[in-house]
């Protein structure tokens, strides 16, 4: 079995003990080889220190098996995903940690707009575990080509946004772009839209000084105080690379992820008059509220895990998905885009909101969350979650729904929720509630507490 480097959304850690330019140059290898030596990659990186160390190597591993690579420079994780959906190319990396700190960074794979698969995943793995790899002769080695692909990418982005809503009569807008990829891509679109634009942490800088990457409250207090203290309609927030977009209202309150994704759902569903939302285990179900109450139907997933069911038959009929934080417009393309975000959602503050972010999210329901944890050793994690199950179902009556495909989550038929899933990297067991009320959630998070310390005791 080989070992396993791939997480939820590619490959992170730190630049000395996992996204070293060892493992580098053993992917760009690799992924030559999943392609026989033949064909186009593309390469982007973020705004990282470490992004042409890396780069270099990734590189040199693809010219050693006879693929050509267009080097995309710094370029955000959106449009180095859509260059992935030009024909004459087989695939798109980007060299990135997206959210993490300055001392990591990561590979992401795309192939048409999509994200690798766990399968092609895999080879990868076996094919660095096993140090099995396509080498090119002297006169097969591949070639380098540059080309900046961000007018070509903005242009589409701006094409689907006007099919969709209309241009901006210059509401002022304002956008923490974190000192990252994104820079140069998302004011020129809201621009573009006729917005009026103000940028706060707007010029790349791989050491983040302005705020740490995530776009949590916790890191964007000056994005908030200069909402709250300015007249903007809506403040948009970015990532390391472009692919998550937090929103901050005009009083400066954050808006909770699971809202946003509301926000779009509906529109979507609405536009195409029914549809499948795709979103992931961790989200609330407000989202079912939303979407049900206008003709479509949710499906979730596990984290991580939305790329496959977009792949088969039924994921043609998914017309929104999302994460937290990371959008994806499934009539324009199938990657996450914090990007296309931020443009349609300024577009739906002007147009729903009449210029007010907090007039457009008076439409969606606000109910109370919990996000906390327990810690679980890594080696009762197997019998931990199967026991929470059989002790927390019969606890609380009015079960509408348990969903197994990540942890375990009990939908009630009063619109609460509650998921328990053990982490994948840490010795910890997380659980997520969510209700309509605070009594209510209370109540659930007691219980589910209660119980998982108590099969926490019995297995310790």
């Known amino acids: 079995m080989s070992q396993k480097l791939f997480g939820t959304s590619g490959i992170r850690g730190t630049i000395i003990d996992k ?26 990186v973020d705004a990282r220190t470490s992004r042409e160390m890396l780069k270099s190597a990734l590189i040199s591993g693809l010219l050693s098996t006879g693929m050509h690579v267009v080097d995309l420079g710094i370029a955000p994780m959106p449009t180095v ?67 900046n692909i961000r007018l070509d990418y903005l242009s589409d982005v701006k094409k689907f946004l006007l099919s969709r809503g209309e241009l901006s009569k210059g509401t002022n807008v304002l956008v923490d772009l974190a000192n990252g990829a994104a820079t140069d891509y998302t004011p020129e679109l809201l621009a573009d839209l006729g917005f009026s634009v103000t940028t706060m942490n707007s010029h790349q800088d791989g050491h983040f000084p302005g705020r740490p990457p995530e776009p949590s409250p916790r890191n964007l207090g000056d994005a908030m105080k200069m909402a709250a203290e300015s007249d903007f309609a809506v403040t948009m927030c970015h990532d390391g690379d472009g692919d998550r977009l937090a929103v901050i209202d005009e009083a400066g309150e954050f808006i909770d ?26 989200t609330s179900s407000v989202i079912d509220e939303i979407v049900n109450a206008v003709g479509g139907s949710v ?68 109910y109370p969350i919990l996000r906390d944890f327990v810690s679980c050793p890594d080696k009762i994690k197997q019998t931990f979650l199967p026991r929470v199950k059989e002790l927390l179902i019969p606890e609380i009556d009015g079960v509408e729904q348990v969903l197994e495909v990540d942890g375990v989550r009990v939908d009630y038929k009063d619109g609460s929720y509650v998921l328990i899933r053990v982490s994948g990297t840490e010795p910890k067991a997380r659980f997520y509630v969510g209700a309509k009320s605070q009594q209510a959630l209370d109540k659930i998070a007691a219980v589910a507490k209660k119980i998982m310390e108590q099969v926490l005791d019995e297995l310790k």
Not at 84 to 107: L, M, Q, R, Y
Not at 269 to 279: A, D, P, S
Not at 347 to 361: A, H, I, T, Y
Request: charged share 25%; net charge neutral; glycine share 12%.
């Open 19 to 44: 996204s070293t330019p060892d493992l580098a140059l053993g992917l760009g290898r690799a992924l030559g080889s999943f392609y026989g030596g033949k064909g186009v990659v593309g390469v982007g």
């Open 257 to 282: 992820q699971n809202r946003v994704i509301a926000v779009f759902a509906r529109d979507e569903v609405e536009r195409n008059g029914g549809g499948i939302v795709l979103t992931s285990i961790d």
């Open 81 to 147: 995903a859509y260059y992935s959906t030009i024909k004459e190319i087989s695939a798109t990396v980007i060299i990135t940690a997206s959210h993490n700190p300055p001392t990591d960074n990561g590979f992401k794979f795309f192939s048409s707009g999509r994200e690798f698969i766990r399968s092609e995943e895999e080879f990868l793995e076996n094919s660095i575990q096993n140090k099995q790899y396509k080498v090119a002769s002297w006169d097969k080695i591949g070639q380098i080509t540059k080309k």
């Open 299 to 366: 499906i979730r997933m596990p984290l991580g895990s939305l790329q496959e069911f977009l792949v088969t038959e039924k994921g043609k009929d998914v017309i929104f998905a999302s994460e937290p934080w990371k959008p994806i417009f499934a009539k324009f393309g199938w990657w996450m885009d914090g990007i296309t975000g931020a443009g349609r959602f300024a577009q739906l503050v002007d147009e729903l909101g009449e210029g007010s972010c907090m007039k457009l999210m008076e439409t969606i329901p606000k």
